[in-house]
């Protein structure tokens, strides 16, 4: 499997990147033979491979210089496929914002020069806090998890598979004529949270069930095992998630919010886990786990991001979210109104980052009439009322 | 067993022999995990078991001061970089032998036993066997294992990794042998860390 089969061009840059130098201390230099990624060596052989017949560019810059990059090259036999050797730049002047490496995390990269003065993005800002764990109990559940000796989530070649990623929203229960249509057509399910045992209760098996919420009511989510079924779980989330799941597949992935977190996961594992992009809850991140592993192909159920006009959040009773209702607010999407919660918006701006950055790497199709589906439907944006409620 | 011990050594004698298959030593870049896992302390004694061209059990000794004993099926004179050699010929042992023949397996057990990237090299059917072996030998031993098939056999027309499995399968082998005190899943290769028997 080649990482780096989509990219048309790639710059390679060269210490600490295409080769090592052992015993590099920040700063310090070691005088030492340098070493060769050969992993990264391997994937770039395999793209140049891949992508012989077009105009892809694999260019290997330094900040050192081109004769350093031409020297990094030859030691790491790939004069061959290399286009050319650069100098880096130190500026770069261009109308965009910026590269995008799907392999690493990735944070809303829209201007925010463009919304900085929106209502909209002040609430989107306001619900990013109100969603966040106290960063120690995160933290604390990361060093936990780690420790537990599971394999983590890792690159898959792609595949053409159907998957069907429930969300809990209220359109779950009028699309479940369409859901069953497509599981019976051989679709896979994908359960987040609630929407496992909802599953259980309808006699339908979820393939996948993933989370990323820390805190410590989500175990209530996966107390039945289902053989067969992989769970996909976020470092951060909350021991007795483990503890309840103990014996099942798990898999570990990492959201990565801040910089300590990082730090813990970089050093446990030697720098060899996967960066996984996305957003604020599951669904978002979703994406990029599924793409990791192979999948492309979603139905989106119960992704509704929004509340139904009578108040009702989920498509089945969710305690912890009966305070939701009440604090919401209206916002515009194209010609029609969805009552929100202050997560609601923030998933759906993220939601649109996602697909603006990354929308041709899957094919989305959203069920139901929510907000996110008329986001789709229209291609329309948000627009926050200026009267509350 | 002889005939494959033999087979096997004539094909690393002969992969050594290529200078760019010893660039890059996986044991060398695993020292500062097994330090940090093992909480060694100067002196302690370790087994470089597979010790290839040595660069691993090089680093046990020069950056935490251990008193490393070598060990590979090749003789230490066509595999270890010079530095390892000398480090042989002044301080530490060398033992050439196959790591699934018990013979060489001391009264005296080693404190570590540090294996990186030798077991995916392994027969299948031998490194279990190879496991139970160093677990006899030492009172912990640290393996790093590659999960992915190589990409340097092709140069001798033989594959290298003969045992190519992914995290899980390892940690449940490795578990029926011993206790597992730590266990990583580094993408593409596996660390585990045991208590010897």
Known sequence: MNAYQYEKSIYVDVDGCLIFWPGDKPGVRNEGKPLVNIEL?????IWRKETVESDAQL???????????????KLAGIEDIVDVCLTKPTTLIDDNHGWIDSRKKVKPTRQKKDVEDSKLLKLVESADRKLTVPNDDIVNNIKHSIKLGLPQIKQHDPNTETLCILGGGASLLTTFDELKHEYYNGAKLVAVNGTYNWLLEKNMKPSIMAMVDAQDYTAKYIKEDVPGCRYLFASQCHPSVFEACEGRDIHLWHAINTEEELKIIKDYYMNKFAYTAGGSTVILRLFFILE??????????GFDSCLTDEGQHHAYTQDENYRDAENTRWVTCGNKKFLCTGWHISQAYHFQEVIREFGNKFDLIVHGEGLIAHMIKYGAELQVEEDDK | MEKISETERQKYSEIWQYESYSEFSPGHEMVPMF??????KPGDTVLDAG????????????????DVTFLDICSWNEILVPEARKLVMTKSKFIQAPLWDSSWIPEKKFKYGFCCDVMEHLPTEYTMLTIANLLRACDHVFLHIANFHDGFGV??????HLTVFPFLWWKIA??????????RDLINNSVFYMKGN
Do not use: T
């Open chain 1, 59 to 73: 260019v290997v810059w330094s900040a050192n210089g081109k004769e350093h990059a031409e020297m990094a090259v």
């Open chain 2, 174 to 183: 490795v578990s029926e042998l011993g206790e597992v005190l730590d266990s």
């Open chain 2, 35 to 40: 330090a940090e896992i093992s909480g060694c």
């Open chain 2, 51 to 66: 010790c290839g061209s040595g660069k691993g059990g090089l680093a046990l000794n020069n950056d935490h001061n251990l």
């Open chain 2, 155 to 160: 140069v001798i027309g033989k594959p290298l």
């Open chain 1, 292 to 301: 990791l592993l192979g999948f492309s192909k979603f139905h989106l159920f």
């Open chain 1, 41 to 45: 060596v391997e994937h770039l052989q």
